[in-house]
């Protein structure tokens, strides 16, 4: 097992003698045999091996295994975005009928998805506050939920999950927790170790890093035990009538049961891929992710504390800041830095928060964050827009909160950006 820097590098991918260095972007729809024979055991999951890029591509199953080694999971699939990450991660093993507890701090297209559109495909939700004590937690699972979801460091309410009293709650229950790694990434959070089951990416932000491609991915941690409450998840613990029989637990294992079905019925039938191309890119990415993750995490630091100092905010909310409710838990599951993200309020509220983006120069207004160039938005006005007050409230974004994500530039640069802009209000 190598470092995670290592990791990072060349993770996933191992070329033989005279092969590719990089990963080879392999853009071919399909794949040829020599008899039919050769691809119905390939249908019939009974041999491994590749025939249609929508159930598999090897260029995105290298890029897979690199983020797999990165979370320290068992298997992991590439998605065209985090929000089919999400879909997908609980779709797997939820059906009409059954209900999920989801932290209510998580990112605002993964509530609609949530609370609207799985909603209407009766999955029903219930989110507690991520702050709620064990005992209340526990009271909010019924017999028929089937996982628990919530993220590391919550988009954009920056909420640092207790993942340890999470997945205690989910255990006794003999159910997953899933865990949104998105804003943490491996290199500052590794939520298994912590006793996550299953992690899901959007791939679109660190990972990627260079806001060039959309994607996602999730991670099993090969963990989690489906035969011990094998009622409950019938789909991966019975035969699939769509693969002739085929168990899943029985045989994939533990390791491999959880992402062969969402690969093999949800990928097969929803088609949401990840292409080569995109995977390379994202490749390209991951090659320098600690090294990046570093600087996002140092910049925003020295960031968050100029603005604390300052007279004209109102307050600043950074999990690495002494002041932060979060810094005690965020030095225990993050002793290298959370993220790059640092949330505050202008003097002045609503309006002085927008006038302050409008006079940045440098940190650009987009609907993004986790590149490598600064931006910012304001949540209320954009991506949370469809929420009510209270419901913003209850998610942790009040309505004068800018979103600043920190880039690699120089952070002098980034600062006298920042205090012209503040200056012009
Ligand atoms: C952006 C984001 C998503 C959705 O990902 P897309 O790639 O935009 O679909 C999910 N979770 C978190 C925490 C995010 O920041």
């Not at 170790?193 to 959007?202: K, P």
Request: net charge negative; glycine share 8%; charged share 20%.
């Amino acid at each position: 097992m190598s470092r995670i820097e290592t990791t990072c590098v060349q993770g996933g991918y191992t070329p033989g003698n005279g092969e590719p260095r990089q990963v080879p972007i392999i853009q071919s729809t399909t794949f040829k045999y020599d008899t039919g024979e050769d691809m119905a055991k390939l249908f019939d999951l009974e041999a491994s091996g590749y025939f249609y890029s929508r159930l598999q591509n090897p260029t995105c199953d290298n890029v897979a295994a690199k983020i797999a080694a990165l979370e320290g999971g068992s298997a992991a699939m590439l998605l065209s975005s985090g929000q089919a990450a999400s879909f997908f991660s609980v779709f797997n093993i939820c059906s009409a009928g059954d209900h999920v507890v989801a932290s209510s701090a998580i990112y605002g297209g993964t509530y609609n998805l949530f609370a609207v559109t799985m909603a209407r495909m009766g999955i029903e939700f219930t989110f507690v506050s991520p702050e709620i004590s064990l005992s209340e937690l526990n009271s909010a699972f019924r017999p028929n939920t089937k996982a628990v979801f919530a993220e590391t460091i919550s988009n954009p309410s920056l909420v640092v999950l207790d993942i340890g009293k999470f997945a205690k709650a989910a255990h006794d229950h003999c159910v997953p927790l899933i865990v949104d790694n998105t804003f943490a990434t491996p290199i500052n959070c590794r939520p298994i170790e912590w006793g996550a089951d299953i992690v899901t990416h959007s791939t679109t932000k660190y990972m990627d890093g260079h806001g060039a491609t959309i994607g996602g991915a999730i991670v099993d941690s090969g963990r989690f035990d489906w035969t011990s409450a094998a009622d409950k998840y019938q789909g991966l613990t019975s035969p699939d009538p769509s693969y002739h029989g085929v168990v899943y637990t029985e045989r994939f294992g533990l390791e491999g049961a959880y992402i062969t079905k969402a690969t093999a019925q949800l990928m097969r039938d929803f088609g949401s891929v990840q292409s080569p191309h995109d995977a390379f890119l994202l490749n390209l990415g991951l090659e320098s992710l600690h090294v990046r993750m570093q600087r996002h995490c140092e910049n925003a630091q020295k960031i968050a504390e100029f603005l604390e100092a300052d007279g004209r905010i109102e307050w600043v909310n950074y999990p690495g800041l002494k002041s932060s409710p979060y810094y005690e838990l965020a030095c225990r599951e993050m002793p290298n830095g959370t993220c790059g993200v640092v949330s505050f309020g202008v003097k002045g509220g609503r309006s002085a928060a927008a006038d302050f983006m409008k006079n940045l120069r440098r940190v650009a207004i987009e609907t993004h964050v986790a590149d490598a160039r600064s931006c910012c938005l304001h949540p209320a006005s954009t991506t949370h827009r469809q929420m009510t007050d209270e419901e913003l409230l209850r998610a942790g974004v009040s309505p004068d909160l800018v979103r600043l994500s920190c880039g690699i530039e120089n952070v002098d640069d980034l600062l006298e950006d920042i205090d012209q802009a503040l200056n012009k209000i």
